[in-house]
Structure formats: structure tokens, C-alpha cells
């Protein structure tokens, strides 16, 4: 696939676009948890707050980066030959960079100690497999887009983050930098930084699943040629 914007702008909207994500995520989560007791609608604000935004950033950002803002989506694009190998790591690097400032921007924005570690319990199977799945659902979700209704892309993924955060143990994070920028905010939306391997572990096998099951599902059947 062929960019119209060098790689520096396009590592400097997946940089921003993770930034404000991730400050999406954390910073309605701060917020919601200050103004309600209310578990369920927290969640639900915190939902909201971040499929809202997903749709912007991939309606704005998609056009200059492909508006990935996740290494997972950047791994299964660069197997598909649409990256190549240089620019998934800058991808990447960019992606986990933006993460770590859109924690640290959300703290500052809510007056919290800036450096922190998470103490949100996120272990055990059901967590794991819920990784799996949520992420193995966003990449399905994006690449059937990108096959038969690119125009919609940025709706759809919104729409799936915000069911996926509801219909998963885990709340969907389906994403190795949020992930880890998750871990660094001891907040509603944070995680232990010993639960993010395992995490990205499971995330990373449900983006390469998806990857395989698309590559099955959207194959075309081969028209047989008579005598």
C-alpha cells in the first residue's frame, strides 16, 4: 500500500492518535469514577467516551497513517504486505510512545502524580481469553471493513469497542499499548503491570487468528475452467 505523507508524519499521527486515545480512555475513566459510585455507569461513560473518540481519530488520521494506533493492527497489516517491515517498528515505537504521554497527559489533566503503577487486578483465564477475542473481533471488524465497506470503517470499530467493552471480562483493551499504558495509571482504567504480558500474548494470538480466518473467509472461490 502506497501513503501519500512520509513516514515521520504518518509514526506523528500514530503517536497522537494513541496519545488521545489513551488519554480518552484513562481521562473519562478518572472522571466518570469522581462523579459516580455507580460502577455500570462509569463503564458506560468510559465507553462512550472512548468509541466516540475512535471514530474521529480514524475519520481524521486514517487518511495520513491508516489510523492503526495499535501494534497489533500495524503486525496483521505488515504480514498482509500494506507495511512494510521498517515502518511497522516505527509504527509501533510511535504507538507505545503515544500511549505512555496520553497516561501521563490524563494525569496532568486531573492533577495526579504523573509517574504511577497500576494495582487493578487483571489475571486469570477468563481475562486472558477475553484478549483473545476482543482483539480477534476488532481485527475481523477492520479488515472485513477494509474489504467491503471501507466508508464505514471508523463507525464500525467505534461501535464494536463500545459493545466489546460490555460482552468482554476484560473490557477490551485489545491493544499491547494501551495496554501498557494502561499499567502505568492506578486509576478505573488501569492494570498491573505483571497482567500486560500475558495480555499482549493473547492479544497478539487473536490479531493472528483473525488474520488467518480472514484470509479463509474472503477468498473468492476459484472459477473452474471447462475442458
Not at 27 to 50: E, P, Y
Not at 161 to 180: C, D, G, L, M, Q
Request: hydrophobic share 60%; net charge positive; glycine share 6%.
Amino acid at each position: 500500500m502506497s501513503f501519500a505523507f512520509d513516514i515521520r508524519r504518518r509514526a506523528v499521527a500514530e503517536a497522537l492518535g494513541t496519545a488521545l486515545l489513551v488519554a480518552t480512555i484513562v481521562g473519562s475513566g478518572i472522571m466518570a469514577s469522581t462523579l459516580t459510585r455507580d460502577v455500570a455507569l462509569a463503564l458506560l461513560a468510559n465507553t462512550m467516551a472512548t468509541a466516540a473518540m475512535l471514530v474521529v481519530l480514524i475519520s481524521l488520521l486514517g487518511p495520513i497513517s491508516g489510523a492503526h494506533f495499535n501494534p497489533a493492527v500495524s503486525l496483521v497489516m505488515s504480514l498482509r504486505g500494506e507495511l512494510t517491515l521498517r515502518d511497522c517498528v516505527a509504527y509501533v515505537a510511535a504507538q507505545f510512545a503515544g500511549g505512555i504521554a496520553g497516561t501521563w497527559a490524563a494525569h496532568l489533566m486531573f492533577a495526579r502524580v504523573i509517574f504511577e503503577t497500576s494495582n487493578v487486578t487483571r489475571f486469570g483465564s477468563n481475562q486472558w481469553i477475553s484478549e483473545a477475542v476482543a482483539t480477534f473481533g476488532l481485527l475481523f471488524v477492520i479488515l472485513a471493513a477494509l474489504r467491503f465497506a471501507q466508508a464505514s470503517l471508523a463507525l464500525f470499530v467505534g461501535l464494536y469497542i463500545a459493545a466489546a467493552y460490555w460482552f468482554t471480562a476484560s473490557t477490551s483493551f485489545a491493544n499491547p499499548a494501551v495496554a501498557v499504558a494502561r499499567s502505568l495509571t492506578d486509576t478505573f482504567a488501569g492494570i498491573r503491570p505483571v497482567d500486560v504480558p500475558v495480555f499482549i500474548v493473547a492479544e497478539l494470538i487473536g490479531a493472528l487468528l483473525a488474520l488467518m480466518f480472514c484470509a479463509w473467509m474472503f477468498k473468492k472461490r476459484e472459477t473452474q475452467k471447462n475442458g
